[in-house]
């Protein structure tokens, strides 16, 4: 999180950074605070400029730069008083687990002069965990020949707070036969075993419950409780034991790796008498193998897979010969460990991104997510570009993606005259050994703006502002073609689709010309007279259909000259030499014969697509680009064209290619009247 303030004059700056990392363990600090976890957002931590020796007053001339090496910004500065706060929550138990202090480490970094100032922050736990149980209740099966003060192993409860909040004591609900006997193993731990206070008979009591409960030493105290059951088992003068009640392993997940009969535990049950039948719980991947006397081998039976069970409590039973027999169950839990076999999926193979052009630098254009279904690291995903060319620069300028949270940035503005579709692919890689990843692939269609004045096209001016000269008979009538404005907009679709106006006159007086709406040539309204004056200056506006318009101007001066012979029917205006006639009808033989050559040949080469087309088999996943489509939009009948551009997605499944954007953008009008 970034925080900046700019001072008064004199341009003083002070360079404040707050660099947040998180350490288990004590450390060296010159500012000590300290603040309870699970603490409210805004919570007072200290007056952190004041401690520091910096003047409250120049706080606005510092940068804070609060950057978290961990778990996030649990902590900020208030730049108006110096303040340090709780910014966010802080859990101690996520963060640092069992150890005994949790402190935040702040590295304040100050010029004039140089130097480093650290801060600690410690974390003070609070009671707020339960005790927790494994399990919700525990069996223990006695016979009922066991001699008095015998003790029979229980597990106890866990508590994830530390010091006198995870100080545990335990209680017995009232029993004539057993007692709780509690012996301290450690600090915090405790090791558990009722003990027998009075013969058992099972004729006469099968079987007992009793309630286990577990407090700490918080404020206020917190509990949690389990259920015994405690079963009492027939006398056959020796009963069956197991040497553990509980049995834990940790398996790897073998999917891909054959792993029948793999060895997982021994199992041990004893019993003097006849020979420990051993069985186990149905429906399980696993199976007993006897390997000596009174002797089991857990194995597997068939290969193990996390993703789809992720543990499993199987109960082993054994059961002797006497009559009658005699059985004990032992619980075996077997958890299975991840190994890296699943590879990040996106949800799709392929994303279609719309972004309009001269976007502000660094601005987030779209987000990829892949996820991964193995744990822990071998599902943590991290994001990168797959790096290409883009004509001669390197994707990397164009675009960058966030390696933790799949954010796509643009980097730079984008140009829709320069760059229409930019197409990239993103890849996910997870963290396991070794890492597995996948890729997809970004189609970025940059829209376009009106942003592109309309270009005029005058003689000798090279596109620029500038004055198209032309004589005219003064015996020309009404709707004769004297000049034509050409213009041509960079833009695509309405953007660049041109009208054209005429200005009116100086004094409000009535022009004898006009200009076609979408054509730009000018024409008479009227017979010319020697009313007229010699020299006519238009002004003709070309405008785009963009929101909001942009125009350009041209400047057209007509020179009216008296002529002896009246000029022939003309859909153009007469040059006024006899030679720059014959010129301009050589080139217009010449560019009517090149026209129609040029439409003969699309015409053949379209009928020979047709045929083509129907008599072959669509192929799946085709992608091509879309026809040119001639618009006609002309109050005096001339033709303009719009070129039609469709670019489509290709995929890899079946069905036609999809049709995601249509752009448009004009090109010159061919002179059908030379």
């Known amino acids: 999180m970034l925080f900046s303030r700019r001072g008064g004059q004199g341009g003083r700056c002070l360079l404040l950074s707050l660099l947040l990392f998180t350490a288990c363990g004590a450390g060296s600090s010159q500012i000590h605070y300290s603040v309870r976890e699970e603490a409210k957002h805004g919570t007072f931590v200290g007056r952190i400029a004041q401690d520091l020796g910096l003047e409250l007053a120049e706080l606005v001339s510092y940068l804070f730069w609060v950057a978290s090496k961990s778990h996030g910004d649990f902590l900020e500065v ?56 494994r399990v919700r209740e525990q069996r223990l099966f006695i016979p009922e020949s066991r001699l008095l003060d015998s003790r029979f192993p229980i597990e106890g409860a866990a508590d994830a707070d530390i010091g006198t909040n995870a100080f545990l004591t335990y209680t017995f609900s009232s029993s004539d036969y057993f007692s709780l006997d509690v012996q301290a193993s450690g600090e915090l731990s405790k090791s558990l075993s009722p003990e027998l206070r009075k013969s058992v008979d099972r004729e006469d009591t099968p079987e007992l419950r009793l309630l286990l409960t577990a407090s700490d030493g918080g404020k206020p105290e917190l509990e949690g409780t389990v259920q015994l059951l405690i079963m009492v088992l027939n006398i056959n003068d020796n009963a069956l034991w197991f040497a553990q009640a509980v049995y834990r392993v940790h398996l790897l997940d073998t999917t891909n790796v054959p792993a029948n009969g793999t060895l997982m535990t021994t199992l041990n049950a004893s019993d003097a008498d006849k020979s420990v039948t051993c069985t186990l719980t149905p429906h399980v991947p696993f199976k007993l193998v006897s390997t000596f006397k009174n002797y089991y081998s857990l194995v597997l039976d068939s290969a193990l897979d996390r993703e789809s069970v992720a543990n499993y409590e199987v109960g082993v039973t054994a059961r002797d010969g006497g009559s009658p027999s005699l059985s004990a169950t032992a619980s075996l839990s077997v958890e299975v460990a991840d190994m890296n076999d699943n590879a990040p999926a996106f949800a799709q193979p392929e994303y279609t991104v719309l972004v309009k052009e001269n976007n502000p630098p660094g601005c987030h254009i779209f987000t990829v997510s892949a996820r991964d279904a193995d744990a822990q690291e071998n599902a943590l995903v991290s994001y990168s570009l797959v790096e290409r060319r883009v004509g001669e620069r390197a994707l990397s300028s164009y675009v960058s993606v966030h390696a933790e949270s799949g954010k796509v940035y643009a980097l730079q503005p984008l140009d829709h005259e320069e760059l229409e579709l930019l197409q990239f692919q993103v890849s996910a890689r997870d963290a396991g050994v070794p890492p597995l990843g996948s890729n997809v692939t970004l189609q970025v269609f940059v829209l376009d703006e009106n942003d592109n004045q309309p270009a005029l096209l005058l003689p000798g001016t090279g596109g620029g502002a500038g004055a198209l000269s032309q004589r005219v008979a003064r015996s020309v009538g009404a709707g004769h073609v004297v000049a034509k404005v050409r213009a041509v907009d960079a833009d695509s679709g309405y953007n660049a689709w041109l009208s054209y106006e005429l200005q009116p006159a100086a004094g409000g007086a009535r022009s004898p010309f006009r200009v076609g709406l979408y054509t730009g040539e000018i024409s008479t309204t009227r017979a010319l007279d020697e009313a007229d004056a010699p020299r006519q ?31 022939k029917a003309s859909s153009r205006a ?76 290709c995929s890899g499944g079946g069905g036609p290619p999809k049709t995601n954007l249509m752009a448009f953008s004009p090109g010159l009008c061919p002179d059908l009247s030379t």
């Open 574 to 649: 007469s040059t006024g030499a006899a030679g720059a006639e014959a010129a301009l009808v050589d080139v217009n033989v010449y560019l009517i014969i090149a026209i129609c050559a040029v439409s003969s040949l699309l015409v053949l080469t379209l009928l020979l697509y047709t045929a083509l087309r129907r008599s072959a088999p669509p192929s799946e996943g085709a992608c091509g680009p879309g026809k040119p489509t001639l618009v006609c939009s002309s109050e005096v009948g001339s033709w303009s064209y719009s070129q039609q551009r469709r670019q489509r997605v």
């Open 78 to 133: 208030n730049l108006q008083n110096g303040i340090l706060f709780v910014n966010s929550r802080i859990d101690r138990e996520e963060l640092c687990k069992q150890n005994t202090k949790y402190s935040i480490h702040l590295e304040v970094i100050v010029d004039r002069p140089l130097q480093v100032l650290h801060v600690e922050v410690e974390v003070k736990d609070i009671n707020d965990n339960p005790q927790v149980f």
């Open 537 to 567: 200056r238009l002004l003709v506006l070309v405008k785009d259909h963009g929101e909001p318009a942009l125009t350009a101007t041209a400047t057209v001066l007509l020179s009216l000259e008296d002529s002896g012979q009246a000029p």
